[in-house]
């Protein structure tokens, strides 16, 4: 059965500086991997995701992810954060896209932005 | 961008009753989900919907849950009797034909209360 593991529940960057929200997978075939952002009070909302081809993937707000099969890690990247940018981060995985199969999801990492 | 809406934001129920659970898809989507996230623990896949018939539901979606899409624009979630396991945040989401978890839009979610 696939699996995704956030280790880091809580994470706190100053404001400006990089961030990276860690993600290993447990998956059978090649994965389907995204990240969503969860603001409070706001719906899940996809920030990237990698199928196949190039492994460092560029998402939404200044996002990018860098798939490594050999680590079964897509590690979530940003070089300088925003207050704005504070929100709980997951990690999904899924099988071969379309159908109607559901994602997997990790517990979440969340972000904390200090001045 | 167009959004998936779902009704109301938060629910309080006492144990045992039955609760409906509302979701507006995005209009020219044919694929309907329904997730769960219970405080402190990671989003769930509960069942997925397509031409009117479930596609895949998880061992969470058992007897208590169905779902059903009444008319051309809602998606709903019946609890029959609720349990207090069953608080939690419930997402809705729905995608693109031939699309499937490759990009799906999510709701912002009903915070289920079950006292």
């Known amino acids: 059965a696939q699996s995704v593991t956030q280790p880091d529940i809580h994470i706190t960057v100053s404001e400006g500086a990089s961030l990276e929200l860690r993600c290993n997978y447990s998956?059978?075939?090649?994965?389907?991997l995204f990240w969503y952002v969860q603001s409070p009070g706001q719906g899940l909302q996809l920030l990237l995701k990698?199928?196949?081809?190039?492994?460092l993937v560029q998402g939404i707000k200044g996002f990018e992810a860098e798939f490594k099969r050999s680590q079964s890690s897509f590690n979530l990247r940003k070089p300088s954060v925003h207050w704005s940018d504070a929100a709980e981060y997951f990690c999904a995985v899924g099988a071969s896209g379309g159908g109607a199969d559901g994602l997997t999801f990790g517990k979440g990492t969340h972000l904390i932005i200090q001045p | 961008e167009p959004e998936v809406t779902q009704t109301p934001s938060h629910q309080v129920t006492q144990m045992g009753q039955e609760v409906i659970l509302r979701c507006v898809p995005i209009?020219?989507?044919?694929?309907f989900y329904w997730y769960r996230q219970i405080l402190g623990q990671k989003v769930e896949f509960l069942v997925s919907f397509y031409n009117n018939e479930i596609s895949e539901k998880s061992e969470i979606f058992d007897d208590q849950f169905s779902v059903e899409r009444p008319d051309g624009s809602n998606f709903t979630l019946k609890i029959r009797s609720t349990k207090l396991e069953d608080s939690a945040m419930y997402f809705c989401?729905?995608?693109?034909?031939?699309?499937?978890?490759?990009?799906?839009?999510f709701g912002s979610g009903t915070q289920l209360s079950v006292l």
């Open positions: 990698y199928f196949s081809g190039d492994t």
């Open positions: 989401a729905s995608s693109q034909e031939g699309q499937g978890n490759e990009k799906l839009f």
């Open positions: 209009s020219n989507h044919l694929y």
């Open positions: 998956y059978g075939a090649t994965p389907y």
